[in-house]
């Protein structure tokens, strides 16, 4: 890095120190990084959200989406209608795609205590085995035998489908902190670090509303969330006895959600799960006007709710937190 550089990125690196700073200035620091992101992956992702923030087709977020909806897509045609998959004949391209997603999410540990093989391996034997037909979109088993222990594996990695967070915000921070020493810029961690949560909902910001290709029935997107976007207000609860009991409900944490579409008969199936999750309080760090009170339904007009609006256009306010732009 160009000694002016290092200068500019140390000047952004004090001013989060400070917690003197806005949204500007956390993209610009990932952005005078992203060069030198010395391997730091999940890093290298934030920091190419900045540079290409419409959207995406490639990265740690979007193969997350593309595993999830490969998944789902696996589901739709063969587990849920209790379709057979015959791999001694020729089956879709995608299934030894999302093979290898799956391999991703077992433990390095149970693969080899259960079938005596590495993820890396493993890997390798579907290549070996499974011979591709890009233009036909299928997948054919080559000639010679495959062991019981490799037909083992396969049968299962496609035994589970579901879904796991890509990252979670204390993980963007930390490589955040290790490509920052990495160039060795000055940091103080304990300073730097009180105000990791705003850093974060910067983050957060650039991957709402963000969307991906990966070659699905339409693309996949991404909005800010939460674990529980409405909750009742006012309401008195009472157990069977008509007795006033105490209800506790919140919102939960903030979270950033990852949504995928279907094709399920003609019609778009849309399924989300956590992309990215946090610890952060969502009635702390959202902006009280990112809050609306309503009836529940037209016809129950007494019965109230309050609802977080994540469905609109969101900022980070001067106060740090997430706030909804106003027309």
């Known amino acids: 890095m160009k000694p002016i550089e290092k200068n500019k990125a140390q000047k952004l ?14 993209d610009n620091l990932f952005m005078r990084l992203r060069a030198y992101s010395q391997g730091n992956r999940l890093f290298r992702e934030v920091a190419d959200f900045v540079a290409h923030n419409d959207e995406r087709n490639r990265g740690i977020a979007n193969e997350s989406l593309e595993a999830f909806y490969l998944s789902f897509k696996f589901f739709q045609e063969y587990t849920s209608p209790k379709k057979s998959l015959d ?6 391209l995608y299934i030894k795609k999302l093979m290898k997603f799956q391999i991703d999410k077992c433990k390095e540990s149970d693969l080899k205590q259960k079938f005596n093989v590495s993820k890396k391996r493993l890997k390798c ?9 890009k233009k036909k979109q299928v997948v054919t ?40 020493k990495a160039n060795k810029l000055v940091v103080e961690d304990a300073e730097f670090l009180k105000h990791s949560d705003r850093i974060v909902i910067c983050v957060m910001l650039l ?28 309401q008195v609860f009472v157990d069977k006895d008509g007795n006033p009991v105490e209800h506790d409900e919140s919102f939960g944490k903030l979270q950033v959600l990852g949504y995928v579409v279907l ?41 109230l709710h309050k609802k977080a609006l994540f469905d609109a256009p969101l900022y980070f306010t001067d106060d740090g937190k997430l706030g909804v732009i106003q027309d």
């Open 263 to 303: 094709d399920k008969d003609g019609k778009d199936l849309t399924i989300c799960y956590p992309l990215m999750t946090t610890t952060l309080d969502t009635e702390f760090w959202c902006d009280d006007h990112m809050f609306v009170i309503e009836p529940l339904t037209e016809t129950h007009p007494h019965y």
């Open 87 to 92: 791999i001694t004949s020729p089956f879709p």
């Open 141 to 180: 088993m080559k000639k010679g035998k495959m062991s019981e222990q490799t037909f083992r594996a396969i049968q299962h990695i496609l035994s589970f489908i579901g879904s796991q967070p890509a990252f979670e915000h204390t993980e963007v921070v930390s490589e955040l902190l290790r490509v920052i």
């Open 125 to 133: 034997r579907l290549d070996n085995i499974f011979a591709e037909d």
């Open 207 to 234: 991957l709402h509303e963000a969307k991906f290709e990966y070659g699905a029935h339409k693309q996949g997107y991404c909005r800010i969330s939460c674990e529980k976007t409405s909750i009742s207000h006012n």
């Open 13 to 26: 690196v004090k001013k989060l120190e400070s917690g003197n700073f806005d949204e500007n200035d956390v």
